[in-house]
C-alpha cells in the first residue's frame, strides 16, 4: 500500500481535476459521441446512461469540488480506551487500499468513484464498459494530468482496458492485491462479480422500487410521487418499479383511472396483479417471478393488498432491498413501515429518486449498497474507509 498523501494535496489534485473537466469539455463531449454513435443496442436505460451532456458535466465538476472541500474521512477516532495497565487503545478509520469498481456505461462514474476513492486515502482501478471507452479513456487521462501536477503517480488512478475472458481472469487471479470490489450495473455483472471473485465484494445497482398507497394516503401526492419516481430517470437504480395499493383506499378506482393517465403520458407499459386486472388498457402479469424483476424500462406493476401488514411482506419478499416508500397521513403506520421494511433506504410521503449520495448530503456515491455489510444505501466519502487500531503503551506485556 503507498504512502497515504496528505489532506491538502488530496485536495490540490481534486480541484485542478475539476479546472480539466471544464477545460477540456468539448474534447469530453466528442469522445462521449463517438460512443453513443458506436452503440447499437436498444437498451434504453444504457444508453441513458451512456451520454454525457453539459449537464453531466457540470455534475461532474460539483462533485470534484464539493469531494475538496468535505473533511479528511482518514485517522477520525472512532473509540478510545485506556486500560488498568495504562495502554492507550483507540479505534480509527484507515483506508481500504486498493478498489476495484466495474460499472456500465456511465462515464460519470469515472469522476465520481475516482474521487471518493482518492479522496479517501484508496487507490481505484476503474473496469468501465466497453460502450463508454473513447469518454472513460479522456476522463482517465485528465485525472493523470492533475496527478502529475501535483507529483503524485498515476497509478492512484488507473483504467483496466479488460475484454470480458481477461476481467475474469483478473478477478479469478489478480497481478496486483484488491481489496475491494465494487460490481456497478445489472443483475448479470453482478452475479459474474460474486462468481469469480476472491475478495469481498460490494453489490450495487439493483433496485425494483416499491411504492405502498395506503388507505390514508393524500391521492394527489400519491400521483405526484408515482410519476416522479417512475418517469424521470427510467435508468436509475432509484425508479419504482412496483406500486402497491390499499384494498380500502377511499375512491381507489377514480385514483387508479388517474395513475393510469398519468402513467400513459409517458408511455409507461402498466401490467396489474389479478385483483386488478379489470382496469382499462393494462395487462395482466402472467408469472410471479416479475416481482423480482428490475425493469430500468417505461414498465411498472400495480398490485393491490388487504393491509399494511400484507404490503411490508411482499415488499420483503420481491424487492431489491433498494428504497421502498410508503404514502400516508398516518404517522404510526409509517414509522411501522419504515422500521419493518428491509430496505437501504426507507420513505414516507417523499419519491425513491432521492436515493443518491448527492441527494442525501455525502456529495456523491461510489456506488449504492443493498449489502449490509460494510455499509448499506449510498458509499460516500465517510464510508469507503476500513479501520485501525492503534495501541500506545511505555512496556507493557501480558
Avoid at 453513443?36 to 437498451?43: F, I, M, Q, V
Avoid at 468535505?70 to 486498493?98: C, M, W, Y
Avoid at 402498466?270 to 428490475?294: A, F, K, M, N, P
Amino acid at each position: 500500500m503507498s504512502l497515504i498523501l496528505s489532506t491538502e494535496k488530496r485536495n490540490a489534485v481534486l480541484a485542478t481535476m475539476s479546472q480539466l473537466v471544464k477545460l477540456e469539455q468539448s474534447k469530453i463531449l466528442d469522445a462521449n459521441q463517438k460512443d453513443l454513435e458506436a452503440y447499437k443496442g436498444e437498451d434504453l436505460a444504457m444508453r441513458d446512461r451512456l451520454k454525457v451532456d453539459v449537464s453531466k458535466i457540470e455534475g461532474m465538476i460539483l462533485s470534484l469540488n464539493q469531494l475538496e472541500t468535505e473533511q479528511d474521512p482518514l485517522g477520525i477516532e472512532r473509540f478510545q480506551f485506556t486500560h488498568d495497565n495504562g495502554i492507550k487503545v483507540s479505534n480509527k478509520t484507515a483506508p481500504f487500499g486498493t478498489i476495484l469498481i466495474i460499472y456500465e456505461s456511465r462515464p460519470d462514474v469515472t469522476i465520481e468513484a475516482a474521487g471518493i476513492a482518492f479522496k479517501s486515502g484508496n487507490k481505484i482501478l476503474l473496469k468501465g464498459g466497453k460502450e463508454s471507452l473513447n469518454s472513460n479513456l479522456i476522463l482517465v487521462d485528465l485525472w493523470h494530468q492533475a496527478l502529475e501536477t501535483h507529483d503524485c503517480s498515476k497509478d492512484w488512478v488507473s483504467y483496466l482496458q479488460f475484454d470480458r475472458a481477461q476481467t475474469q481472469s483478473f478477478l479469478e487471479n489478480p497481478t496486483q492485491k484488491i481489496d475491494l470490489i465494487v460490481p456497478r450495473g445489472g443483475e448479470k455483472l453482478i452475479a459474474f462479480v460474486k462468481q469469480h471473485a476472491i475478495c469481498p465484494v460490494i453489490v450495487s445497482g439493483r433496485g425494483n422500487n416499491f411504492v405502498y398507497v395506503d388507505a390514508e394516503a393524500d391521492l394527489e401526492m400519491a400521483l405526484d410521487i408515482i410519476n416522479n419516481a417512475k418517469t424521470t430517470k427510467i435508468s436509475a437504480c432509484n425508479a419504482l418499479d412496483k406500486v402497491l395499493i390499499a384494498a380500502d383506499l377511499p375512491r381507489k378506482q377514480q385514483f387508479l383511472k388517474h395513475l393510469i393517465q398519468e402513467l400513459q403520458k409517458s408511455k409507461v407499459e402498466i401490467l396489474t396483479d389479478t385483483s386488478l386486472s379489470s382496469l382499462g388498457e393494462t395487462s395482466e402479469i402472467r408469472d410471479e417471478s416479475v416481482w423480482y424483476e428490475e425493469f430500468l424500462d417505461y414498465k411498472i406493476v400495480l398490485g393491490q393488498v388487504t393491509d399494511l401488514t400484507e404490503a411490508i411482506t411482499k415488499i420483503n419478499k420481491y424487492s431489491g432491498g433498494h428504497s421502498a416508500a410508503i404514502i400516508t397521513s398516518n404517522d404510526e403506520k409509517a414509522s411501522t413501515f419504515m422500521q419493518s421494511v428491509d430496505s437501504a433506504a426507507v420513505y414516507h410521503n417523499a419519491s425513491t429518486r432521492f436515493t443518491d449520495g448527492g441527494q442525501f448530503g455525502l456529495g456523491g456515491e461510489l456506488a449504492i449498497s443493498t449489502d449490509k455489510l460494510h455499509q448499506r444505501g449510498p458509499i460516500g466519502l465517510q464510508h469507503l474507509v476500513s479501520n485501525k487500531w492503534y495501541v500506545m503503551g511505555n512496556g507493557q506485556t501480558r
